[in-house]
């Protein structure tokens, strides 16, 4: 018989267990301390909520890509956190909450979404740490920086990175840019001066004002603009310089190209460390300012080899100088001039010019839409899965095929066996003077 006292406080001290552990249980929405937020369906709307500014990484768990982000993540939560504003990184498996992620238009992994006071933006910027703190600092602050003195501006200057375009406003009021800078938040700093001295106007070449100056800080290209500022042509001014003069052309940055719209004056180049890829990239940025209407841009052949391909390069000689539309076109031309030394030039303007004029030979290139290098990563994954299934496919139908034959084979065996015992026994009757039928004839009686 059980002790009724003993039941009772057995009973107590598991249900006092129940209420420390609620009481102790972690919050998932508790104060950030340089972690990444692991959210579910039941604490994801709580978290957008409660926080302005957070990044939510849409993630799949077998995802390679997914894995490389993470550590990235977790580095970049430790400087966010002291961020004025804060900003919190957050994460959330999509093919688990696949609600969530149709919500919010997930079709590839990762897919990064940064939320500002609730409302989500897609984040296509940078991912290595220190490069995806500068963006998501840019994202938090103010549309337009208002600056004071030079110092002020230099500070910025060394601060923002060199991850965006800064367009400078000098004697610029700040409702002239307000809107160009609401639009393209995700593609450049932009930033008003109250006040500049001479010295501002040596230093980033301006000569008169109002003047709205666009700065590149890793190649150290800057043009100004000095209007008008009024219908598009400050809009323009702004589109065809977030990418400088002339850049290289990358995986990385090859979205914007797309972007950007207009025709790519392409340089594909054997090594861009050779002496001879200097020059044409000196000639290049000399040409430029004049086709306004062309992205001057350089591709390595060594450092991508398959994009490079794409225009048939295989066997050709470098360097090679091709009008790309950016898809499936390219253009060449049918002028006799080599694209080396002194010549290079005078290439590009035959180039450019027979472009123009409709003359230039267009070429498809070679597979499917150079757009393909920048399709998603959860595109690659499910042609991967694909193979893999139809790898694994394969290898079951051949192992049953096999298994089959085996069993086929052992079968065939097996009868062959007793056709050689039966004959076996019928020669062994034989040869003790019984015939078949007199070995029938003796068991049938052995029977009765």
């Known amino acids: 018989m059980w002790n009724r ?53 849409f993630y799949a768990p077998w995802c390679g890509h997914c894995k490389q982000l993470s ?41 990064l979404r940064f939320f500002i006071n609730g409302f989500p933006t897609d984040y296509n910027g940078p991912r290595k740490a220190a490069s995806l703190v500068l963006h998501l600092q840019k994202l938090a602050g103010p549309d337009v920086t208002v600056l004071k003195t030079n110092s002020e501006l230099e500070e910025f200057i060394l601060t923002s990175g060199n991850s965006f375009p800064v367009f400078i406003g000098f004697g610029v009021q700040i409702s002239m840019i307000l809107e160009l800078a609401q639009q393209y938040k995700n593609k450049a700093w932009f930033v008003v001066m109250e006040s500049f001295s001479v010295k501002a106007m040596v230093d980033y070449n301006f000569d008169r004002h109002p003047a709205i100056v666009v ?30 003069l002339v850049t290289s052309l990358t995986f990385d940055n090859l979205k914007l190209f797309k972007e950007d719209g207009r025709p790519i004056a392409l340089a594909i180049l054997k090594d861009t460390l ?24 350089y591709v390595d052949a060594v450092k991508w080899p398959e994009f490079v391909e794409s225009f048939h390069t295989r066997g050709s000689t470098f360097p090679r100088f091709v009008i790309w539309n950016g898809d499936s076109d390219y253009f060449v031309t049918t002028t006799p001039l ?25 070429h498809k290139i070679k597979g499917p839409s150079l757009m393909g290098f920048v399709t998603s990563n959860l595109g690659l994954t499910v042609a991967y899965a694909l193979i893999l299934i139809v790898v694994t496919v394969v290898f079951f139908q051949n192992h049953s095929v096999s298994n089959t034959d085996k069993g086929k084979h052992e079968l065939t065996m097996t009868e062959d066996k007793k056709d050689e015992l039966s004959s076996n026994d019928s020669s062994k009757a034989t040869d003790s003077g019984m015939s078949s039928g007199d070995l029938t004839s003796s068991v049938d009686t052995e029977e009765s």
């Open 5 to 57: 006292p003993l039941l009772i406080l057995a009973a107590k001290f598991l249900l006092a267990l129940r209420v420390l552990g609620q009481v102790s249980a972690p919050d998932p929405l508790q104060e950030v301390r340089g972690e990444v937020l692991e959210l579910t369906d039941s604490t994801f709307d709580a978290a957008i909520a409660k926080y302005d500014h957070i990044l939510v990484d």
């Open 71 to 111: 550590p990235e993540l977790d580095a970049a939560a430790w400087t966010l956190e002291k961020n004025t504003p804060s900003i919190v990184l957050a994460k959330i498996n999509a093919e688990k909450y696949t609600g969530l992620a149709s919500k919010y238009k997930v079709s590839a992994y990762p897919a």
């Open 215 to 244: 700065l590149h800080q890793e190649s150290g290209e800057q043009e100004a603009f000095y209007g008008p500022f009024e219908g598009n042509d400050l809009a323009q001014f702004v589109r065809q310089n977030f990418l400088p």
């Open 274 to 297: 050779l002496d001879q890829s200097a020059s044409i990239i000196k000639e290049m940025k000399a040409a430029a300012p004049a086709n306004r209407a062309f992205v001057f841009a």
């Open 338 to 362: 080599a694209f080396t030394g002194e010549q290079s030039g005078l290439y590009m303007t035959e180039v450019l010019q027979e472009y123009n004029e409709g003359k230039a030979i267009r």
